[in-house]
């Protein structure tokens, strides 16, 4: 019996076209709760850009949040009950490394403020490509990260340079979700520990759980979880980790994945 269900934001609650989420996905998930069943969201987004979303999403009563990749996990009340910062030596090989390498543009993300080290035209071309030029984020000295507690540092870089970025920093991993940029969060953090942070908070079992995503930092959870759904939009490597594929996010695949295992009429 599923009791509670994750889903992650972009590209499988929101459209990455329309940036919303549709209307008949909002009523499935009405009727998932009326059910009985919890509904979180767990995201890579910062807990501050929950508020970019549309209303249609911000007024959904949604059980709980796991954002930062699963390193900040919060009640319905938006207030944090599990943080999970990445290790200071960490950051003390990383951020000397970043400042000397003028080729890398990185996003380092606080609680309440986000912040890049430097813009490039890697940087320019994925925020046009999501409409986001005009909020251009404030350039910063990654040295704070040093004594600010930071969740989470998104290199601009192709996939192939994740193991080089590791390498000066020991302790942290990469989550990547997109082509554009990784997420780096702590070696032993991830989707799977909210999950299980969650799931301890609510007294619910890990068979009792399902999640839904369509992104490489959403494996893990689609792992983690009894039952594993990804959408049609998912790459290849991403559907073989689920149990379920349902229809693509413009095509509203959670409510077809919620009506195929019998959660809503």
Avoid at 97 to 120: G, I, M, P, Q, V
Avoid at 142 to 170: G, N, Q, W
């Amino acid at each position: 019996m599923i009791r509670a269900i994750f889903f992650d934001i972009d590209g499988t609650l929101v459209s990455m076209k329309t940036r919303k989420i549709s209307d008949a996905v909002i009523e499935a998930l009405h009727k998932a709760q009326k059910n009985g069943i919890k509904l979180f969201i767990s995201s890579g987004r910062p807990p501050i850009q929950l508020q970019l979303l549309d209303d249609s999403f911000n007024a959904f009563p949604w059980d709980g949040y796991v954002m930062f990749n699963g390193q900040c996990c919060m009640g319905s009340d938006r207030v944090p009950f599990y943080e999970k910062t990445m290790p200071v030596e960490a950051l003390e090989s990383l951020v000397p490394w970043l400042k000397e390498n003028a080729d890398f543009c990185c996003a380092f993300h606080e609680k309440t403020y986000s912040y890049d080290l430097r813009f490039n035209q890697r940087t320019y071309n994925y925020l046009s490509s999501i409409g986001k030029t005009d909020r251009m984020p404030p350039v910063d000295d990654p040295v704070r990260a040093l004594t600010h507690p930071t969740y989470m540092i998104c290199p601009y870089i192709p996939e192939e340079m994740d193991a080089e970025f590791i390498s000066h920093a020991p302790g942290l991993k990469s989550a990547r979700w997109t082509p554009d940029f990784a997420d780096i969060i702590p070696a032993d953090g991830g989707k799977e520990v909210g999950l299980q942070k969650m799931l301890d908070r609510f007294g619910i079992s890990r068979e009792e759980s399902m999640s839904f995503g369509d992104g490489g930092n959403d494996i893990s959870m689609l792992e983690y979880a009894a039952i594993g759904v990804a959408m049609g939009n998912a790459n290849d490597k991403v559907k073989s980790h689920a149990d379920y594929i349902t229809d693509d996010c413009e095509q509203d695949g959670v409510v077809s994945a919620l009506k195929h295992f019998g959660l809503i009429d």
